[in-house]
T-cell receptor, first 110, second 114 residues
Framework: DAKTTQPTSMDCAEGRAANLPCNHS???????VYWYRQIHSQGPQYIIH???NNETNEMASLIITEDRKSSTLILPHATLRDTAVYYCIVRRNYGQNFVFGPGTRLSVLP | EPEVTQTPSHQVTQMGQEVILRCVPI?????FYWYRQILGQKVEFLVS????????KSEIFDDQFSVERPDGSNFTLKIRSTKLEDSAMYFC????????????FGPGTRLLVL
């Protein structure tokens, strides 16, 4: 699976959009980009995933660049409950496990 | 919304004792996984399980570990003789199918080995 690079930490003001970047320059054609988050020591929570096209669901939007070498997770109106570690994971098709990196620690500030 | 559940939420044991961690995956899911997270470290894959057998395991998953699906709903992780370094959060996950299918994680069991 391709490796990902994320900033160690970020801050965001409550109510503003949180934009979390991820670099995956060695991604191959059949690898998906997944985002999970972990609030305190809870189990990782699925947020969104995509292959080529931008995706949106009730939690977030995922913007993938045309060359697929990077992506951005957008939380449109961050709340204090969005404070968590966010993991960007590139996973090959038909892979069976996720490889978690250190992620980005997002702090949403009042 | 269906979710993965795990019991117990906390377990304290003495070194050398056996522990069994239990998970109830989402009911129509076919693939089951165990991950662990030592305090302050990354989430690490242990093992995946499909059709009543292990499909993949990591180097961490040595002979001290075993997994079982004893009935139609439970999925267990057994550690035969616990060591101090087994202290960690253990997360169960399940997915409908492998490939690009999303894995859904349980809340975890915090294991403390004394």
């Amino acid at each position: 699976d391709a490796k990902t690079t994320q900033p160690t930490s970020m801050d965001c003001a409550e109510g503003r959009a949180a934009n979390l970047p991820c670099n995956h320059s060695t991604i191959s054609g059949n690898e998906y980009v997944y985002w999970y988050r972990q609030i305190h020591s809870q189990g990782p929570q699925y947020i969104i995933h995509g292959l080529k096209n931008n995706e949106t669901n009730e939690m977030a939007s995922l913007i993938i660049t045309e060359d697929r070498k990077s992506s951005t997770l957008i939380l449109p109106h961050a709340t204090l409950r969005d404070t968590a570690v966010y993991y960007c994971i590139v996973r090959r098709n038909y892979g069976q496990n996720f490889v978690f990196g250190p992620g980005t620690r997002l702090s949403v500030l009042p | 919304e269906p979710e993965v559940t795990q019991t117990p939420s906390h377990q304290v044991t003495q070194m050398g004792q056996e522990v069994i961690l239990r998970c109830v995956p989402i009911s129509n899911h076919l693939y089951f996984y165990w991950y662990r997270q030592i305090l302050g470290q990354k989430v690490e894959f242990l093992v995946s399980f499909y059709n009543n057998e292990i499909s993949e395991k990591s180097e961490i998953f040595d002979d001290q570990f075993s997994v079982e699906r004893p009935d139609g709903s439970n999925f267990t992780l057994k550690i035969r003789s616990t060591k101090l370094e087994d202290s960690a959060m253990y997360f169960c996950a399940s997915s409908l199918e492998t490939g690009q299918e999303t894995q859904y994680f349980g809340p975890g069991t915090r294991l403390l080995v004394l």
